[in-house]
């Protein structure tokens, strides 16, 4: 919790620097190993940004302002995140009376950026520090026109979870600390800023925007779009920024979102937040969707024409809750946020989409949990998992997601779903606003589940799902009937008993073809691979999911016909849950000088964290 939480309980030792952290046996409840900032001593409370985006030189420049809460009677340096960025002054006073003051940068660390270490007037409350960002902050992407859907303007777009904000802002960069914002954006005149924050669908291009975000956040969902963009409503209180190119096509295919959000009040609380409205980004977004508040982040490539990928949203809108109102204390507890939302995206899809929906949803996230299972060592299957001295970035899979959303499936079927849901909604009022750790998560179960339902819950097995690699015998395996009949019909095939053309594939739906392919066999002759090629168009396919999943199985065979897809394909998006699975086949199938030759063509259009995560997998640490 925030304040005075149970993650105080297990503060570090005093002056520890990360680094030194890590020499704990094992990681500490409520410790956050990712950042610098001295958190016992110091909150900020409030942000005050003004910052210009220099498109010219890719830079923003401007100050930014904190409010901060004194814990302690002596009088430290305040310690900040910060990652290359160019700090030109620091004034510190209290309230409108500033002052320079000392600053200095620390030693950097290569996943933790730069401490900014700034020594403090006795009582000052704020401090005012001027600064402008890198071209190349890792946080942050500017685009070309040409990579944009107009092609006339450039780009900018923020991508701050894990730890990223702190290439962007001097904070406080740790998901236990909260913080209102008010902000002002300068941007050409032509561009619309929008943020993370109230967002006024009516504004004026003139190319200064304010914001105000009233409820407190932790730094990881501060945001920012700038671009040639419109607004177009989807219901009472949703709406979607997009490029003009691409606003009808977007409001049509997420027009269920206003549906989604009502359900999902209904069932788990108030929706806390005002609006919610969607920005539509180009196809380099590293993710399918962020969940910024008020104003989540959306990759184009989900815009499939027959909303079979609007799970993305869901998942998004989901976060309103699981994440932003109940934000996990430090990554560790990552799975407090993407198990819990994955869970809840599930049972949104059945609200509004139905039970076959559902169960074709939740079989594919067990599907992928297996995936996962399969191909990572043990310590990566826990869910409260040990980060220190590791970057973020490189250690995100499915497991915080799957296996925290089986984990509270299996809870769920053990307690009765409206006993279950009931728990869900007094979680998220009991601990609103707060950021929480896996250990307050469990203490509450105890207080809660745990002591209603004795006979059906044992702290032992949730202990096991937790702390453990693995999922534990006897956990629930979600089916679908749609994807059991696939399976016989998939092996005739692979027999030779019938033809592709044989199969019947009408009304099928990206789930079916999903499940179809990655139920392949590892290899596929030259003649199968043909086949199904024509019989079905795969290589054509217009479905990004299903295109990769097409994709992956011609890498795994080199069916060559396929290449010129897959070029286009990595090129074009650069959303890492299909470009780093691609570039790893190739590199293991014999496609090296294909896979260095398409990235370097494709990398000065790819956001910093897909040329970060892909450098490592083509050349290697
Ligand atoms: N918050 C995540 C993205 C994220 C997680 C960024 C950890 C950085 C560190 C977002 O909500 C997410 O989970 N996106 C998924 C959505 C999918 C599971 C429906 C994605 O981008 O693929
Ligand atoms: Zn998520």
Not at 349 to 356: A, H, I, K, L, W
Not at 536 to 549: G, I, M, P
Not at 590 to 611: N, Q
């Amino acid at each position: 919790m925030e304040k005075p939480p149970a993650a105080t309980a297990n503060q570090p030792q005093k002056d520890a620097a990360p680094g030194q952290k890590t020499a704990d046996a094992e990681p500490k409840s409520g410790v956050d190993y990712h950042s610098f900032a001295n958190t016992d001593d110091y909150r900020v409370k409030h942000l005050d940004l003004d910052l210009t985006a220099d498109f010219d030189n890719k830079v923003l420049k401007g100050e930014a302002i904190l409010d901060i809460q004194r814990l302690t009677q002596k009088n430290p340096s305040l310690i900040l995140d910060t990652r290359d960025l160019d700090i030109k002054a620091v004034r510190a006073g209290v309230g409108n009376n500033l002052k320079d003051v000392k600053f200095s940068l620390g030693k950097t660390d290569p996943h933790l950026g730069t401490p900014l270490k700034i020594e403090l007037p006795k009582g000052a409350n704020r401090v005012a520090i001027q600064y402008q960002t890198s071209p190349d902050a890792s946080g942050v992407q500017w685009l070309e026109p040409q990579q944009t859907a107009g092609k006339k303007h450039p780009f900018l777009f923020t991508q701050a979870q894990a730890i990223h904000a702190r290439s962007f802002i001097p904070l406080q960069d740790s998901p236990q600390v909260r913080m209102t914002y008010k902000a002002t954006i300068r941007t050409p005149k032509e561009l619309l800023a929008v943020m993370s924050a109230n967002n006024d669908p009516e504004t004026e291009k003139d190319g200064v925007y304010e914001f105000d975000m009233p409820q407190p956040i932790p730094s990881y969902l501060i945001a920012l779009g700038i671009g040639n963009l419109e607004f177009k409503p989807m219901g009472e209180r949703t709406g979607v920024y997009a490029e003009p190119e691409l606003l009808d096509a977007s409001a049509k295919e997420f027009e269920d979102t206003e549906d989604m959000l009502e359900v999902t009040e209904e069932n788990y609380g108030p929706y806390r937040w005002d609006r919610y409205d969607l920005l539509i980004l180009p196809p380099s977004f590293p993710f399918g969707g962020m969940e910024n508040p008020r104003l989540s982040f959306i990759t184009p490539t989900v815009i499939a024409g027959d909303k079979s990928l609007v799970a993305l949203i869901a998942h998004e809108l989901a976060h309103s809750w699981s994440g932003n109102l109940v934000t996990n204390a430090s990554w560790r507890d990552l799975w407090l946020n993407e198990g819990f939302t994955t869970y809840l995206t599930n049972r949104i899809m059945q609200f509004v989409y139905g039970d076959e929906r559902y169960n074709m949803e939740m079989a594919l996230g067990y599907d992928d949990l297996q995936a996962d299972l399969n191909d990572r060592p043990d310590k990566d299957e826990i869910m409260a998992i040990d980060m220190r001295g590791r970057d973020p970035d490189e250690v995100f899979s499915n497991i915080p997601y799957e296996k925290g959303s089986l984990f509270l499936y299996e809870l769920e079927q053990k307690v009765g779903r409206e006993n279950f849901d009931k728990f869900l909604m007094d979680y998220f009022n009991n601990f609103a606003f707060q950021s929480i750790t896996t250990e307050d998560f469990l203490k509450y179960l105890d207080e809660t589940l745990l002591k209603q339902y004795p006979d059906k819950l044992s702290r032992e097995r949730i202990n096991q799902w937790v702390f453990e690699p693995g999922i534990p015998e006897g956990a629930p395996h979600p089916q679908s009937d749609a994807f059991s009949k696939i399976d016989p019909v998939r092996q005739q095939w692979l027999d030779g008993k019938i033809k592709a053309s044989d199969i019947d594939t009408k009304g099928w739906t990206f789930h079916q073809w999903k499940y179809f392919l990655d139920g392949m066999p590892e290899k596929l002759t030259e003649e199968q691979l043909k086949e199904l090629d024509s019989t079905f168009k795969l290589t054509q396919s217009k479905n990004n999911e299903v295109a990769f999943s097409w994709l992956m199985i011609a890498v795994r065979n080199n069916y060559a016909p396929a290449n010129a897809r897959l070029e286009e394909f990595l090129v074009g998006i650069g959303r890492n849950k299909f470009v780093r699975p691609l570039y790893r086949a190739m590199m293991e199938n014999g496609m090296e000088d294909e896979a260095k030759r398409i990235f370097e063509k494709a990398k000065p259009g790819y956001h910093p964290l897909t040329v970060k995560v892909n450098s490592k997998v083509i050349y290697g640490d």
